[in-house]
């Protein structure tokens, strides 16, 4: 399919755990971006990257892994899994960072439950 | 860090003209000016974006004064289908991204 996926939707774990949320664009877009959305903050940024092996920290990055090996995929990692990271997480994805490129396409996201 | 200001929420009637508006006081001179909408359940979809005076597509037209410290989002015509959050997010120009507040939640009315 065409576009930007996520996957899961839905996840639930435990407190402790590694969880990897996965998102694939077909794009070929160079830029894709992570970010998390709660209720009464709105959607922050925790990582981006540029191009493939290019990553940077956005807003809210502790406790975040990510890598990009491939310019399709953008793996973000939760290495011990906290409460406060039961989130709803959006990846999203563009063609670059200049107007009138830098248009970002969101996926569906996936909605993270830790316990 | 720089962030835009927008009102947390609107109501308004079908078939009225809804124009919300966003402080950009931090905007730097390369930087375009952006607007997203967000529907329940779904991540945030991009609707304009403009560097100055007018631009207008099918979904909405985008207003921002020569000072560039503001703009203005307007949907004319909304129907219950325009309820939704609406974003002016920081867009940096440099990296490409974007930081959100908490944007304008637009409830429509019947």
């Known amino acids: 399919d065409a576009g930007i996926t996520q996957s899961p939707r839905y996840k639930i774990t435990e407190t402790g755990r590694q969880v990897t949320l996965m998102c694939h664009q077909t794009w070929s877009h160079s830029y894709m971006f992570w970010y998390r959305q709660d209720l009464g903050h709105g959607l922050r940024l925790i990582y981006y990257s540029a191009a493939a092996d290019i990553t940077d920290k956005g807003e809210v990055p502790d406790g975040y892994v990510v890598s990009r090996s491939k310019t399709e995929n953008f793996p973000l990692t939760l290495e011990s899994a906290t409460r406060s990271q039961t989130s709803v997480y959006f990846c999203?994805?563009?063609?670059?960072?200049?107007?009138?490129?830098?248009?970002?396409?969101f996926g569906p996201g996936t909605r993270l439950t830790v316990l | 860090l720089a962030k835009t200001t927008q009102p947390i929420s609107m109501d308004s009637y079908e078939g009225q003209e809804v124009n919300i508006t966003c402080s950009h006081n931090?905007?730097?001179?390369?930087?375009?000016i952006t607007w997203y909408q967000q529907f329940p359940s779904q991540g945030p979809r991009f609707i304009i974006q403009g560097y100055k005076t007018k631009v207008t597509n099918e979904v909405a037209s985008l207003f921002i004064p020569a000072d560039r410290k503001s703009s203005t989002l307007s949907l004319p015509r909304v129907s219950l289908s325009d309820t939704a959050v609406y974003y002016c997010?920081?867009?940096?120009?440099?990296?490409?991204?974007?930081?959100f507040g908490q944007g304008t939640t637009l409830q429509v009315k019947p």
């Open positions: 931090n905007i730097a001179t390369n930087d375009y």
């Open positions: 999203a994805s563009s063609e670059s960072q200049r107007a009138p490129y830098n248009e970002q396409f």
């Open positions: 997010p920081y867009v940096s120009s440099n990296t490409g991204k974007l930081i």
